[in-house]
């Protein structure tokens, strides 16, 4: 992936993604990773490395846990569980987001005004 | 407290963050294997698609920690690491940095206690000293001090002043001490009522002396020195109310002024009140420095104004006798030139510590540009290092911090080095020091001095720390994994950081070497000047002074020097024996009379030009060795006789009559009422004032003479400085042997100022020799720098070049060729810097007019002389490199092609 591309992710983008996915179910990073790379259709490329860093974030600011566990293919994996907190942070993230979206797409949608 | 929880399991933290980043690679590996690609294949692409593990990896930790303070305790572990790797590298930079950090030190520390700091006095800024010059009256223009106050000024001055708060005169002396085991002469301060209020330094013990005591013929008083306090008294609380003979009379000590207290520039023993007599006084009398706080807010442009403004009515208010002119003083045009205290204590010596600061901080910048050179020469064979850095994933910014941060140590321990170095190199300046040097006890090293150093280091460290750094680890650099090329030489882009280098480098030496050779050649024309006497270190010079109180007659005062030279002389192992007012330079006020001509016509209410006057004992000449130009001594007949004779010195001769024989018979008085008095001797000239300062007109009275004053006895002076020639001067054997002799004549007389003409005449070239060894040590240092630099700079480039002189060599070039190049190479750069620092050198050397003497700021002896001894040392820098290129074995060199 080039730069550029990285560039376009907004801050935050990675860390939203992040929370969405683990809502649905608690997983370690590697299937975070396909996860998020197989639903975006591989629009997004995404460096897999660069979740650790906000994985890491996310950890510091309790958004999300960590446990030690089993990976379906059995291996010693780390595990990542969305917390209360994660959970409301990502409500209020989606819809400030969504905001932005409709803000966004109004002045993009020709011949309204 | 979770943050100190993180801090405590951080280690735990990052192993698993690492373990968590290896797992990832694993499974992704296995999946792509599954999906049957080879493992090998399968590593890079998980490489590829994770992106930089390292760098990724020490972000995740950063989210943990403080990245700022992280990076640059590993910058720092990693930095003293690469130092002490390089042990040699590392000694020479720090040395080089310390040693010029600690030059700087020492001499800040010189110039800050000196110039910078403010005197001790209370609000010291509001101190002001009156001083005046009187560009009227021809003559006075000689004046060291301008035209000094008289007691009638004082007075007015002090009662009719609108700008200061208040005002004191002062004038320093001796005094003799007795009632002791040994008579003592002390120096003495007389001052006037308003000096010590003006100074407003508190008392250590008991009072000032105040109005009450400066009745004149009232109860006589006297405060002391904190030194002859602790000296004489022990330090004892109970020296108030005590007495001290002084001149032999009874005084009462009132008080003690604190330690370091200095009237202006003179230390002093005991100060007296000066209790002028209003009744008396006259306008004349201009022997008094005045001093004088302003009134907060006044300005000096308003205290001269003010001073302007009282000069008629001191002209309207006192007078000079019956019958005189009171008005006659406004043809000397007295103009007040009121300078802060400050300026009076500093002198000109400000002009010299500043150029000696100037040229220590060339010396720096020379250290500095050598440091950056051995740096520009390690990073780029760190090259190789800092690309496998940035492959590693280490950003530019952090690359360029890390060598900042090994240049920031390096400057930073030099520094501390240097501080202790300064230390010493501070005794050694004051050691070194003229002991005319103002405030030269006060200096030391102190928080200025150590913010100084400490910004100094970093500075510094910027400078040598940031080309390199710049230029190899810059956004722009193109570090790259690529082995260099071994074939080809290294580009002359390449060398262009290092050539500017060593051009500076000479430049900046030659500025130093210039200003150092100017010193030598000032030092070698004050040697030549002829003072007026001769072989000093044979010359056994001390002062007697002879109280009235002690001996009242006059004639008797003139009987007892008269005897005390005859003893002197029948010492064994003098040659000769006299005595005079005062010996050339050793500084005491000077004497300044008017002197008419007989042949010679004056206009009405005109002055002559003044001159100055010394009286001499007959013997004098011979025993100093000055020489007699025309006529002959005055004889003791004649003194005793009071006849009117006097002599004059050669450049009065020749001012007044053209050659000195002319002058024998002519007659001369003082002021316009006195007798005439018939030249019988013409003395060559002596430098009275330093061998620097041109020889003034001197007239040389007898020590006995008439009264002209009025009716009553003649007068003597009582004051003077003996002479005495022997091969035994200093010796102290000899001096006790003078001891007893000047007893022998009266044992209630103190010998004071007992020192050899040599002392005086050392003293007198003191600020000369101190700057030269300053100078001398700068452009030393600067030498060596610059020979270490191109040295270091010809070496490697010699090296780097070592396959093309080979390659040279196998393709048939001649040895003598090649060295010829590679001397062609580094001469040329000696000589660009050689011509930058002649055009430095004459514009700067300009600032040092005022210490030379005898030598042109642009002597082009000096410069020449320089500029060859640069070109020949910077070539013997390159030959040695040179020669071991020529020795390259072509073999060898190719070996690898």
Known sequence: MTKAAQRDLFPGALEMMILRTLKRQPLHGYALAQHIKRTSDDLLQIEEGSLYPALQRLLKQDLVKAEWGTSSTNRRVRIYKLTPAGAKHLQHEVSSFERMLEGITRVLAPGES | MSWLRQLLSRRRLYSELSEEIQAHLDEKVEELVADGMSREDAIYAARREFGNVGLLEEKSRNVWGWPLVEDFLSDLRYGLRTLLHNPVFTVVSLLTI???????????????????????????????????????????????????LSPSMYFTYAEQNRTFQSVGVWVAGTANVTGVAEPE??????VSDGLLQTFDVPPAVGRWLLAADQVPHGPERVMLSYGYWQRRFGGSPNVVGQTIMLDSRPREIVGVMPKGFQFVDADFDVAMPLAFDRGKVILAGFGFHGIARLKPGSTIAEANADISRMLPIWMDSWSNGPGSNSHIYETWKITPMIRPLKQEVLGNVGELLWVVMGTIGLVMLIACANVTNLLLVRVEARQQELAVRAALGAGWARILRGLLVESAMLGLMGGLVGIGLAYAGVRFLVAMGPSNLPRLTEISLDARTLAFTFVL????????????????????????????????SVSRERHRARNLLVVGQVAMALVLLVSAGLMIRTFEALR?????????????????????SLVT???????????????????????SAGFVSEMPMEGFDSMWDEIFAQDKVYADNTTAPMRLYKYMSPGLLQTAGTKLAAGREITWSEIYGLRPVVMISESLAREMWGTPSAAIGKHVREFQTMP??????VVQDVREKGVQEAAPAIVYWPPFKENLFGPGPALAIRTVTFVVRSERAGTESFLNEIHQAVWSVNSNLPLASVRTMRDVYD??????????????????????????????VMSYTVSQRQREIGVRLALGAQRGHVLQMVLQQGTKLALVGVAIGVGASLALTRLMTHLLFGVSSHDPLTFAAVSSLLILVAALACYIPARRAIRVDPVVALRYE
């Open chain 2, 98 to 148: 310390s040693i010029g950090i600690a030059a700087n030190t020492a001499v800040f520390s010189v110039v800050n206690s000196v110039l910078l700091k403010p005197l001790h006095y209370p609000r010291a800024d509001e101190l002001v000293a009156l001083h005046q010059t009187a560009p009227g009256a021809e003559g006075l223009a000689d004046f060291e001090n301008g035209l000094l």
């Open chain 2, 185 to 190: 002469q002390v120096r003495a301060v007389s």
């Open chain 2, 457 to 488: 280091s970093v500075l510094s460290s910027l400078m040598f720390g940031l080309i390199p750094a710049l230029k190899y680890a810059g956004p722009w650099s193109k570090s790259t994994l690529r082995s260099e090329g071994r074939t080809m």
């Open chain 2, 528 to 548: 030549t000047v002829d003072p007026g006497f001769a072989d000093p270190q044979h010359l056994q010079i001390l002062r007697i002074s002879i109280p009235d």
């Open chain 2, 553 to 575: 007659e006059p004639e008797r005062v003139t009987h007892v020097q008269n005897e005390i030279i005859d003893k002197l002389a029948a010492i064994q192992g003098v040659k």
């Open chain 2, 676 to 681: 005439w008095n018939e030249v019988v001797g």
């Open chain 2, 763 to 792: 003293k007198s070239m003191g600020q000369a020799s101190f700057t030269l060894v300053m100078l001398g040590i700068a452009a030393s240092m600067a030498l060596t720098l610059g020979i270490i630099g191109i040295y270091g």
